[in-house]
């Protein structure tokens, strides 16, 4: 744990008990995260390149005797009730949408199996992962809140290293079926219609690694990273995602659209990851031009997913940074998800000696740049991007050097 966040965790304590009149007895911890590389694949079924950041959220909970659950936003100084025996009844401010979901289907889809019933619970929640910044604030939500309703239960989660405490039942979940739950919540109780990546990296986050992940078969791999004198930096345009979620699963439509004309040459495909460059550009001529751009560079994004994690693998970095460059062009050109101060940051970035890749990272229209970036030119960057993006655009952009973290934990207080 960083200085930052033993501090983070010390006020959130405080302010449970403030609230609750005793200490919480315990604290999930679930990390936002950052995508190296495969963006808009994971709802085609393809691959994507994750890493999770050393930025949290954070929930204090203890159980409850009674079937409520009461929520504090510490951040949005905002707080919510629902009950457990009609949680689709009760409307919550978005936020606390998030919890009912997991809330419902941690009970329909896993405790209802295992024989175990949901307890009330008591809750304070806070972070540091920039909200509406692409950075999965909200996956990060869904993952801790998981946990939290586990461990309001006295479970904890088999074979993750996410259990730390002994005493507790240990519950038989892959966290697969877990980030798969959490997807749903989000799908079905904030009505955006993601993928699977950032529930998977949330919880299945390594330090120093990154998670390649197959999002038909979920099978995935931990890539070491070994970035040596290589640091990974985020740099935030400060404009929030306003467009993100209509056209999120507008994009999401294309593709459907192009699987389902390609189905006419190709009956055996169900999605984008059937097809290869090649068939594309056999049949591509006879998509109609918008919803040929969008799977095109779908086709071709899961292939530079493939030929990063060879590269990274192989040591050769160079190669790695010109696929993330490759990345953005196709987000900005043919998938359009990018926006003027994404592209504008990019720009810059890629404009600078001593940065080997840069590309928006996360859905798009507005949030973040990732780039990679060596050691002893980051203070020459940081400058770069400071002067020049305030410069270009009037607005102060936000640069976080960051490392490579692990995902969700759940620390037990000691007084339980
Ligand atoms: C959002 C979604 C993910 C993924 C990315 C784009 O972060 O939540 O599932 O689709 O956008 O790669």
């Not at 998981?146 to 993750?160: R, V």
């Not at 699977?196 to 949330?202: H, T, V, W």
């Not at 969700?408 to 000691?414: E, H, L, T």
């Amino acid at each position: 744990m960083t200085q930052e966040e033993v501090i983070l965790s010390d006020r959130l304590k405080e302010k449970f008990n403030e609230r609750f009149g005793h200490p919480p007895d315990f604290i999930v911890s679930a990390p936002g995260r950052v995508n190296l590389i495969g963006e808009h694949t994971d709802y085609n079924d393809g691959f994507v390149f994750p890493v999770a950041i050393d930025k949290y959220l954070h929930i204090a909970a203890s159980k409850r005797s009674d079937r409520q659950v009461h929520l504090h936003a510490l951040d949005m100084n905002e707080a919510c009730t629902f009950n457990l025996e009609a949680i689709a009844d009760t409307k919550t401010p978005p936020w606390g949408n998030y919890l009912r979901g997991v809330a419902h289907f941690l009970q329909e889809q896993v405790l209802r199996k295992s024989g175990h019933t949901l307890n009330g619970m008591s809750a304070v929640i806070t972070g540091n992962v920039p909200i509406s910044a692409g950075l999965s604030s909200s996956a990060a939500l869904e993952v801790a809140s998981a946990l939290a309703f586990l461990g309001a239960c006295g479970l904890e989660i088999a074979n993750t290293g996410i259990n730390s405490n002994s005493e507790m039942e240990l519950i038989e979940v892959p966290p697969m079926e877990l980030a798969a739950l959490c997807q749903r919540a989000e799908n079905e109780f904030a009505g955006v219609n993601c993928g699977i990546m950032d529930q998977s990296i949330s919880l299945l986050g390594k330090a120093d690694h990154a998670l390649f992940l197959d999002c038909r078969s979920l099978e995935y791999k931990q890539i070491p990273l070994n970035l040596t004198d290589i640091l990974i930096v985020i740099c935030n345009t400060n404009v929030k995602r306003e467009l993100a979620s209509s056209e999120y699963n507008k994009r999401r439509a294309e593709c459907e659209k192009g699987v389902d004309i390609l189905q006419q040459w190709m009956p055996a495909i169900t999605s984008l990851r059937d097809v290869t460059l090649a068939e594309f550009k056999k049949y591509e001529a006879e998509l109609p031009q918008i919803t040929q751009k969008r799977c095109r560079y779908v086709v071709e994004e899961n292939t530079r997913v493939l030929n990063a994690v060879d590269a990274l693998t192989a040591k050769d970095i160079d190669t790695f940074g010109a696929l993330m460059n490759a990345s953005h062009a196709g987000l900005r050109d043919a998938y359009e998800v990018s926006c003027d101060e994404l592209n504008i940051l990019t720009d810059i970035a890629q404009s600078i000696d001593g940065v080997i890749g840069a590309r928006m990272t996360g859905a798009g229209f507005g949030g973040c740049t990732v780039n990679l970036v060596y050691q002893d030119t980051v203070e020459a960057f940081r400058d770069r991007i400071m002067e020049e993006y305030t410069q270009r655009t009037g607005i102060e952009p936000d640069i976080y050097v960051c490392n490579v973290g692990d995902g969700a934990r759940i620390k037990w207080n000691s007084h339980s």
